[in-house]
């Protein structure tokens, strides 16, 4: 090793454990990337359904609203390291991007594999010394002082000038993301919050009802999630009903919000129709009803809901399925109108980290140097990416965060 240079050691060969690399090593310093795993990018090759959501194109005030937990700590390392930021690096390195539909960046290819190559090559390019099979098991310190990481094979240190954990949550525990971080942090003396998975599927205690439905996927409809008589989260998108419960996007998001509420009775009220008031849905209804007006109610919804809906729909508001609609009162028809505006399941808990496309909470951020990312307990440790207690809604944001904060520890280096 080069005396002149400092030697800096980065556990973790994610998202943020890559970036974090390669603009250390752009600093000009020694740098070795410690991996666990056979390969890199484990879990970011899985993200977006294998596309890649790398980051989100919306302006800089929609950033900080979509960063759930701890927004204000984000605020140096969203500047010095900016979603266009990101863009232009990758674009710089020789990935083409694109932008759909909520602003999401894409690589051009569909392919988060060419994300990973263009990394892996910027990497090499950087003389980054990538050592696979390489799972750290604990921090050496002496002092209060950082010295090296002792590795699990064969009680090996690597001693090092810095080190940056980039060891990611507890989501996806397959990619080899088993809270590592979290235990290094908790030995040197930092605190870390409560850990929940999030951006997470629901259960519901609805079975029957939504094993009728699994499968169908119903857009622009509104959700509400109520803890008694406090609104815990409310949004439009896309939902879709699964064996056990429900997902989709609307409701990854919802589930950054209600998991720490999951102690409690937690329901979820879905408004089908939420572009027509219920004045204006009992009028579309009477209409339908004049045009069917000898057809039995269980033909009379086509027009107004998707075919799996209609069973599950005519069942629950207790009106009789063989009964003409000429001849279905006032008061079952608002029975009707209510029930398509306010569809409700008894959220009963989250899916499993297994399912949750990533892990909320993590290391207490006020003991981290939020423009270095350098811890405030031990020096010459540095953090980035999801082990820290900062986590954000589906779209992007969350690898925004991994870009930004490795881009501020990889500097600070």
Same mark, same amino acid.
């Given at each position: 090793?080069?005396?002149?240079?400092?030697?800096?050691?980065?556990?973790?060969?994610?998202?943020?454990?890559?970036?974090?690399?390669?603009? &250390? &090593?752009?600093? *000009?310093?020694?740098?070795?990337?410690? /991996?666990?795993? $056979?390969?890199?990018?484990?879990?970011?090759?899985?993200?977006?359904?294998?596309?890649?959501?790398?980051?989100?194109?919306?302006?800089?005030?929609?950033?900080?609203?979509?960063?759930?937990?701890?927004?204000?700590?984000?605020?140096?390392? =969203?500047?010095?390291?900016?979603?266009?930021?990101?863009? @232009?690096?990758? /674009?710089?390195?020789?990935?083409?991007?694109?932008?759909?539909? *909520?602003?999401?960046?894409?690589?051009?290819? +569909?392919?988060?594999?060419?994300?990973?190559?263009?990394?892996?090559?910027?990497? !090499?390019?950087?003389?980054?010394?990538?050592?696979?099979?390489?799972? &750290?098991?604990?921090?050496?310190?002496?002092?209060?002082?950082?010295?090296?990481?002792?590795?699990?094979? @064969?009680? /090996?240190?690597?001693?090092?000038?810095?080190?940056?954990?980039?060891? *990611?949550?507890?989501?996806?525990?397959?990619?080899?993301?088993?809270?590592?971080?979290?235990?290094?942090?908790? @030995?040197?003396?930092?605190?870390?919050? !409560? %850990?929940?998975?999030?951006?997470?599927?629901?259960?519901?205690?609805?079975? +029957?009802?939504?094993?009728?439905?699994?499968?169908?996927?119903?857009?622009?409809?509104?959700?509400?999630?109520?803890?008694?008589?406090? $609104?815990?989260?409310?949004?439009?998108?896309?939902?879709?009903?699964?064996?056990?419960?429900?997902?989709?996007?609307?409701?990854?998001? &919802?589930?950054?919000?209600?998991?720490?509420?999951?102690?409690?009775?937690?329901?979820?009220?879905?408004?089908?129709?939420?572009?027509?008031?219920?004045?204006?849905?009992?009028?579309?209804? %009477?209409?339908?009803?004049?045009?069917?007006?000898?057809?039995?109610?269980? @033909?009379? %919804?086509?027009?107004?809901?998707?075919?799996?809906?209609?069973?599950?729909?005519?069942?629950?508001?207790?009106?009789?399925?063989? !009964? !003409?609609?000429?001849?279905?009162?006032?008061?079952?028809?608002?029975?009707?109108?209510?029930?398509?505006?306010?569809?409700?399941?008894?959220?009963?808990?989250?899916?499993?980290?297994?399912?949750?496309?990533?892990?909320?909470?993590?290391?207490?951020?006020?003991?981290?140097?939020?423009?270095?990312? $350098?811890?405030?307990?031990?020096?010459?440790?540095?953090?980035?990416?999801?082990?820290?207690?900062?986590?954000?809604?589906?779209?992007? =944001?969350?690898?925004?965060?991994?870009?930004?904060?490795?881009?501020?520890?990889?500097?600070?280096?």
């Amino acid at each position: 090793m080069n005396p002149d240079k400092n030697n800096i050691i980065v556990i973790g060969g994610g998202a943020a454990g890559m970036f974090a690399s390669i603009f &250390a &090593a752009r600093k *000009g310093n020694q740098v070795i990337l410690l /991996e666990k795993n $056979e390969k890199l990018g484990k879990k970011l090759y899985i993200t977006g359904k294998g596309r890649c959501n790398m980051t989100n194109s919306c302006d800089m005030d929609g950033l900080f609203q979509n960063v759930v937990t701890n927004p204000k700590f984000m605020y140096s390392s =969203f500047y010095a390291c900016s979603n266009f930021d990101v863009i @232009n690096f990758f /674009e710089g390195i020789g990935l083409k991007t694109k932008i759909e539909r *909520g602003n999401r960046v894409f690589p051009q290819s +569909d392919k988060s594999s060419d994300v990973l190559a263009v990394l892996l090559k910027e990497l !090499k390019h950087q003389n980054v010394d990538i050592r696979y099979g390489s799972e &750290a098991a604990e921090i050496v310190f002496k002092d209060k002082c950082f010295q090296g990481v002792k590795l699990k094979r @064969n009680s /090996e240190i690597i001693y090092g000038d810095k080190v940056i954990i980039a060891t *990611g949550g507890l989501s996806y525990p397959a990619t080899g993301s088993t809270g590592d971080g979290y235990r290094f942090a908790k @030995n040197m003396g930092h605190n870390v919050t !409560k %850990l929940y998975p999030s951006l997470v599927p629901m259960n519901v205690a609805e079975l +029957d009802t939504v094993k009728e439905l699994q499968g169908l996927s119903l857009k622009n409809i509104h959700i509400k999630v109520t803890s008694g008589k406090k $609104e815990i989260y409310s949004d439009f998108g896309e939902l879709l009903f699964t064996h056990f419960g429900v997902s989709g996007p609307v409701i990854l998001s &919802a589930s950054s919000y209600c998991i720490p509420y999951m102690e409690k009775d937690l329901l979820l009220s879905i408004d089908l129709k939420p572009a027509l008031s219920k004045e204006q849905l009992d009028a579309r209804i %009477l209409r339908d009803f004049d045009e069917f007006s000898n057809k039995q109610y269980k @033909n009379a %919804l086509d027009q107004l809901l998707p075919r799996k809906l209609i069973q599950v729909i005519i069942a629950l508001s207790n009106i009789d399925p063989e !009964k !003409k609609v000429n001849l279905i009162t006032r008061e079952e028809r608002n029975r009707l109108v209510n029930l398509l505006k306010g569809f409700e399941l008894r959220i009963t808990r989250p899916g499993d980290y297994n399912e949750a496309v990533i892990t909320k909470g993590g290391i207490r951020v006020r003991e981290i140097n939020p423009s270095t990312m $350098e811890s405030k307990l031990i020096p010459h440790v540095f953090f980035a990416g999801e082990v820290l207690d900062v986590d954000a809604l589906t779209g992007g =944001f969350n690898l925004q965060i991994a870009w930004s904060t490795a881009y501020s520890a990889g500097n600070a280096v």
